[in-house]
């Protein structure tokens, strides 16, 4: 059996893992168009133009948010 390596304790109840029920946003960021996802506070990183283009059109079918606005929270 292999340990978890994204922190994520599968028993938690998902209104547990985000205070903002949001998690993933498309952000239309100065240098692009990304997925940020809010827990992390940090953008998805996809290598592949061709995968970004797949995952953001999927997201949108989706109805997952997308702002030009900065979506995370300020680091400390």
Known sequence: MSARVDGF?????????SPDPLRWVIWNSPT???VFDRDTNGPLLL????ALDEVLSRMREAGVPESDDYPGHPCS
């Open 32 to 34: 692009g168009v990304m």
């Open 47 to 50: 290598d592949d133009e061709s």
């Open 9 to 17: 304790d599968p028993r938690t109840d998902p209104e547990e893992v």
